[in-house]
């Protein structure tokens, strides 16, 4: 058993103890190929939490000064991240994107940039999954990280892109872009109930 796969029964227990973690539509991720899930962002948990439900590894864009805690940097590599600047992305960290979901890899986004957004989605997701072919599957992360609280997450059906396919200019993005937002949006409104 390498370092992730224990990583994620540790998570497993964890969460399962402590919020008892629900998961639902695990059933829409493809067990190969590429997969980009897209998330709402509401805790500093997210990362674990998404993956934990799942047999397969996810790598996360992970903010750049985490890289510079020594440890932290070791343990985080070990786990699948990868670092992005904020505010730019380097063209290092999209082509390493861009091949790790071309080998058939898959990568967690947070459209949102950051926690309790709620606000416009950035378009490196749906740049990604043009480009590669990867599989959009929108996730909702449902609960408030509150001690034996139950928590929720649903991962939804793959976002249908197909009618962008060979296009990569400014407003083909966003319209993909909203398309990925709308439909985490969706699944937060409708699993919130």
């Not at 903010?63 to 730019?88: N, W």
């Not at 249908?160 to 709308?182: K, P």
Request: glycine share 12%.
């Amino acid at each position: 058993m390498g370092f992730y796969e224990f990583g994620r029964v540790v998570t497993r227990v964890f969460f399962k103890v402590f919020y008892n973690l629900r998961a639902e539509g695990v059933e829409h991720i493809p067990d190969e190929g590429g997969v980009i899930l897209c998330s709402n962002h509401i805790s500093t948990l997210d990362p674990p939490l998404i993956g934990t439900p799942l047999n397969r590894r996810i790598h996360f864009m992970a903010k750049a000064e985490l890289f510079k805690i020594p440890l932290f940097k070791q343990l985080i590599t070990a786990l699948g991240a990868f670092p992005v600047k904020r505010g730019s992305v380097s063209k290092e960290t999209i082509r390493y994107a861009q091949r790790l979901l071309s080998e058939g890899g898959m990568i967690g986004i947070f459209p949102e940039g950051t926690r309790g957004g709620g606000g416009m989605g950035k378009k490196g997701a749906a740049s990604l999954a043009l480009r590669t072919g990867a599989a959009v599957i929108p996730v909702a992360i449902i609960g408030s990280y509150r001690l034996f609280r139950p928590m929720k997450i649903v991962y939804g059906k793959p976002v249908d892109l197909s009618r962008f396919a060979g296009q990569s200019n400014s407003e083909t993005l966003e319209e993909a872009t909203e398309l990925i937002m709308d439909a985490i949006r969706n699944l937060v409104q409708e699993h919130s109930n």
